[in-house]
Every structure is written in C-alpha cells, then in structure tokens.
C-alpha cells in the first residue's frame, strides 16, 4: 500500500513537469503564422498577387479615347530555381492611328533580389541612340523613366511603383493627343495605395 502511494506521487510530479511543454499542434501554429521581415524588423514581406487579381493593376480601355481595340488581358506565375516567384499581368491597346502600346505589371514580393536588380536597372538607363529623349519619371508611389523617339513615337517605360511591382509599357505611333512621360497616368494608381513595402531603395532626389 505504501508503495502504491509512492508510484502515485511519481506520476503526478511527472504531469506537472510537462505543464508548458506540450507540443504545439497544427491548430495553434495555423492560429500564429511567421511572418519574414523585409527591410527592417518593423516591416513584413507581403506574398505576391494571385495572377488573375493582378489584372486590376492594369489599363481599363475606358482609360483610353481613340481606341480601337483592346486584347484580352493575360496573367501567369513564373517560378525560378532558387525557390523565389514572380506573377506578371499584360495587356496590349490598339488606337485608331495605327498605333499600339503594351502594359505589363509584374509583382516581385516573392522575389526581392531580382527587384533590387530591376530597380538598379531602372535607375540607371542609357540611351539607345542619340535622337532618343530620355526623361525620368517620379510618379508618388515610386520611380522611373521612359525613351522614346519623337519622330517615330515609338518608346519604352519602365518603373518601380509601391516598392514591389515593376511596370513596363512598349509602344509604337503613340497617337498625338498622349504623352510618353504621362503614360503612367492611365494605370489605376489608387489599386496600388497600401501595397507598399520596404523591399528596394527610393531614388535618390
């Protein structure tokens, strides 16, 4: 009987050793997911767009007068062998001169060293011949630049908006009544507001 009594006593003071450290189960770490800082401990790396809500980043044809075409826009997920991802949406507009411009987004929340890379690109353009007029772009929610030639209005624009996303137009015959330099203009701006994060540089002023 004294034994008994014993062994009883040595179980409970064994309950009471494990009393929080239990292991965590499915439920709890579900309920408290990690989040990886991105550009300092106050700031949290935001995963990239779903490819078909990307689109919303994108031109409406409503934007554009004079048009005489619009393609349906397409989106997609590229994934390289390092692990890290990239999501692109692009559309193409087709106005009533003959010209054309195409839009592409690319979200690079998932891939911050190739932003950093892209924006040392955007940073620092160089002229394709000499006629070409390069202007830089500071549009309120990132930077950029574009070069396009004033004879044949043919051009390209790159820029970083919102800290994640690089945007990129090419275009032919731009009508007259548009500017190259004012293109970003056409974007939905207000569907980047809150997307920022600290993931590359800002342009020095």
């Not at 001169?97 to 160089?126: C, I, K, M």
């Not at 007029?133 to 030639?149: A, I, K, N, Q, S």
């Not at 500017?179 to 569907?191: A, G, I, T």
Request: hydrophobic residues 40%; contains cysteine; proline residues 8%.
């Amino acid at each position: 009987m004294h034994l008994l009594r014993i062994l009883a006593i040595l179980l409970w003071l064994l309950g009471c050793s494990r009393t929080g450290n239990e292991p965590i189960t499915e439920k709890q770490r579900e309920g408290n997911p990690q989040q990886v800082p991105v550009g300092g401990a106050s700031s949290m790396q935001k995963h990239a767009f779903v490819p078909v809500h990307l689109v919303d980043l994108l031109p409406s044809p409503k934007a554009f007068s004079k048009l005489t075409d619009a393609s349906p826009p397409t989106s997609g997920r590229q994934v390289f062998s390092d692990g890290s991802s990239i999501v692109r949406a692009s559309r193409e507009f087709r106005f009533r001169n003959g010209g054309y411009l195409w839009f592409s987004v690319t979200d690079y929340a998932d891939a911050l060293t190739r932003l950093q890379r892209e924006a040392d690109l955007v940073q620092n353009p160089a002229k394709e011949y000499e006629s070409q007029l390069l202007e830089f772009l500071r549009p309120p929610e990132g930077f950029g630049y574009v070069l396009w030639d004033p004879v044949s209005r043919n051009g390209h624009l790159r820029a970083i908006l919102a800290g994640r996303f690089l945007v990129q137009v090419e275009g032919g015959a731009l009508p007259p009544h548009m500017v190259w330099s004012r293109l970003l203009e056409y974007l939905p701006l207000k569907n980047y507001i809150g997307q920022a994060q600290a993931t590359v540089p800002q342009q020095p002023r």
